[in-house]
């Protein structure tokens, strides 16, 4: 092995995947930038670790009968705390699908051979971000990333937004189920009972423009990308009546837990986005903005900018950017396309490390280099939550930011050190810190490290200093 | 175990301080004899001013807001009354008794820079105190600290820094944690491991000296150390008492930040009960404990309770609000000089902002301005590089007792 063989294979496995495990950086040595794009040829394959997962259809279908029977029961019962029941009601149903699907998620990251293809998995969960802290998202989050996401990462964009935006995590999560078109049937039939816009505003219904901005914002054009609040307006018309079938009250039709194009509340007509006039044609009408979306220049541009924050730097070159976005243009929205550019620019393949690893990369490239995988799904979930990214808990469909400022508070260090304290005695001197740095590293392990591993007082500090080094720190 | 308080003295005993003083210019937390605590609330996702402050002698209130309007003062779940025309949300009545005591001051119709509707570049401009969401990576409360040449420290209170208290001056943050303490030993070779690296070896000796002002403060405090490491509402109660004893601390920080999300009311919102009533309860009762913590640091301190933009005035098809622009904001605290600073724009569609938004007639830098003049005694001239091309937001005066 060269040289540059060898810290070409530690980027690869490091920068571009989600940390060496032992034995990696040796095979993947003879041809890195061919190991990473091979992880994206061939069909999709459910992974083991996910077999068994309840769907995302199962969990909310579940969901919605136990929130009946309780409030059924409750109206029978007429009393207690109503807001703390549902709240606690949706929590006790749904949590033991949430740790099943971080878990299963967990493992996966630790064990996977194709980490380049888990990370960006991570990367567009995370760029159509759901949050826990909506309680519903602990049944779907991990819905979303499984039946959305996995099937997609490797094909054109425009199929992997549709996948998203008319899944029952996204619809439900931005509040779409519920936004009714001022003209629609359901509307006009409200309004003739007096219901609509009445005196007795319980019973107001409307447009939501929640989903719509966020697609526009964050998911395609980008916040730049050139849009207005007529457009904001004018799509969320456009998409009225993509909701989930089952839940409660009079836009329950459908079968529960899936998604549902609702005819009797789409606004009809024609609507206007980006200056483009579209016919209606129900729900085809949402699909024809989403395909226009997704050829936007703004979205090439918004989408090679995060491609290369999150693999090569917090402000990624304009050169990288136009690069990425050409690629994504001219292949018209091939994701792979997308993903040979970034393998194949130069740029990339800096030794200088320039990404501060997120919570997340820290606590699975730790675990994967020492090959630890806590059997308890407690135990393995607490690195996350304890060092603030707790899975699919971004707080805002923003998703997880992704720059250094946003992780390297001096408190976010210390928490690092304290957990690498407990991890490096828990594995005990069963691994030489020494040894671990050559699997993990390479040679991007520095002398200077190196010195003070070799100096450590005891086999479990050398450790925790090789997990807090500035090398392992970053990717 | 050795706490890292006991190792910072015997370190200074043995003279490693000395050495730990030199990798630290700058750092220090001797405060300016003039300076007063200030802390920034940042509530994430456009806080509905009209639900947490609501004009309720607006006529066009209660149409406007239907099922979520808040009833007027008097009933029962009715909104807690400030003047007459505006009141509190019913949830906060520990903040309400804060009114009574003549420290609060309710700024409605306020607005940043900003103009747009999107969370995330409203949250920006709010904190880098400019026009545009992008091209300043430093907020305006770390160029305040900068202004004061180092006599006055900040600190996060989370694990990471917000972009408002990010930029050249050094700043901690802190956060309860439930794992051991660090050997001290172990501490001093990550010095050493990091001797080539300044952005952690800085992050390094901030978190050492934070953790340790942090542990003196709950030092023989059973109580608050088991809360501040549990769950929920007493955690986040147990870290503003801490927050407010550091800040009280001779040799603490006077600038303390702390954000809190989950305001993005575009669903089932509620009125006087439900969802915004339920983060507010918490609200006021983290805010009061900032209050208990302080003790008698609280009579010259001020807080500012903020939020990126205001939501629609009114109500949307899903009994929630969307994305709007003129907000309410607070200032709080034992210093303040309480009242009701709103030139109210009116409700009716016709003086709405883009006929759906409360218009926003109060510049919030302005407040966040005259809040810098009277806590930290910046020199007014100083401003101009703390909000730089800000100058028609004139900074409010009288916001403290003097």
Redesign the interface.
Known sequence: MTADAATNAAIAANRFGLGAKPGELVALAGDPRGWLIGQLAGPYRVPEQLAGLASGREVLATYFAAREAREAARKAAKGGDPVKELVDGVREQLLPHYLAQAAARTRLALASPESFRERLVHFWSNHFAVSIDKPICLGTAGALENEAIRPHIAGRFIDLLLAVETHPAMVTYLDNQQSVGPNSEFATRAHRRGHFQSAQPKNRIGLNENLAREILELHTLGVDGGYTQGDVTSFAQVITGWSVGGGKGRLAEGEPGTFVFRRQVHEPGSKTVLGRRYADGGFEQGERVLNDLARHPSTARHLATKLARHFVSDEPSPALVDRLAKAYSASEGNLNALYKALVSADEAWGVESRKFKTPADFVQSAFRALEVEPKDTKKLLSGVELLGQRNWSPGSPAGWPDRQADWDGADALMKRVEWSVALAERVGNAHSAIATADVALGPLAGEHTRTALARASSGSQALTLLLMSPEFQRR | MATRRAFLNAGLRLGVGATLAAALPGVSFAAAPGARPLIVVIL??ALDGLGVAPPYGDPDYG?A???IAIARPGGAKGALDLDGFFGLHPALPLLHARHRAGELIVVHATASGYR??????GQNVLENGGDK?SGT?SGWLNRALGATNGAVTGL?L????P?VL?GPVP?????P???????P???E??R??????A??AA??D???R??ALAEGEMAGDGDTMRRAKGRGIERLKAIAETAGRMLASPDGPRVAVFDA??W?T??GEGGA??QLA?RLGGLDKVLDALRTGLGSEWSRTAVLVCTEFGRTVE??????T??GTGAAAFVVGGAVRGRVIADWPGLATRHRY?GRDLKPTTDLRSIAKGLLLAQLALPERALAEVFPGTESARPTRDLVRG
């Open positions: 994430r996702g149409n807001r239907g099922a747009e509707r999107s969370h995330f570049d969401p990576a996060a989370g694990q990471n820094v972009l990010r700043v901690g943050s802190w956060a944690s439930s794992l051991p303490d660090v050997e030993e172990l501490l070779r990550l050493d491991l990091y001797s080539n690296d952005p952690l992050r390094l901030e978190g050492t934070i953790d999300g989950g993005d575009h669903a009960e439900g339920g109500v949307n098809g899903t009994r929630g969307d994305h883009e």
